[in-house]
């Protein structure tokens, strides 16, 4: 028997999967900006730019798998952004003075990013169409017109 959370989690998959793509990237862009926006008002309330940048840098690999690879119409080198955004919020964090754990930090990141990645090739192979070869149609036609075949 599920509980209530199994549930709502369930129903909760069902209802993302069911969104648009353009409703998707919406809700991943305000994300995006409300994160944005907090560590703008951070910065200004003390927090280093440099951390600032990192952080930035790290969160957008991290949506790009979203925005970007889940598009077939690019191009494969795509695949890449997200990981060198993420590579370039490290090195930000690495030069922020006010970072305590900036490796630890970058390693969630990139593990976050991977796993999105992957959930998201993963996603476009299964949504992917197969090759049809035209047999069953040929198949089809034979037996609805058995005097063809002599």
């Not at 944005?36 to 930035?56: D, E, F, N, R, V």
């Amino acid at each position: 028997m599920k509980t209530i959370s199994e549930k709502q989690a369930f129903s909760l998959r069902v209802t993302i999967k069911r969104l648009e793509e353009s409703t998707r990237d919406s809700v991943a862009i305000g994300i995006w900006l409300v994160v944005y926006i907090g560590l703008l008002y951070l910065t200004a309330h003390g927090q280093s730019k440099l951390m600032t940048t990192g952080l930035m840098f790290l969160l957008a690999g991290t949506y790009s798998t979203f925005l970007l690879c889940a598009k077939q119409k690019y191009a494969p080198f795509i695949n890449a952004v997200p990981y060198v955004l993420v590579f370039t919020g490290t090195i930000a964090l690495c030069l922020a003075p006010d970072f305590r754990h900036p490796v630890l930090a970058s390693f969630a990141f990139f593990s976050l990013t991977a796993l999105m990645h992957g959930f998201v090739i993963y996603g476009m192979r299964k949504k992917a169409p197969e090759m049809d070869t035209g047999m069953d149609t040929i198949a089809d036609c034979a037996a609805q017109h058995p005097e063809l075949i002599a």
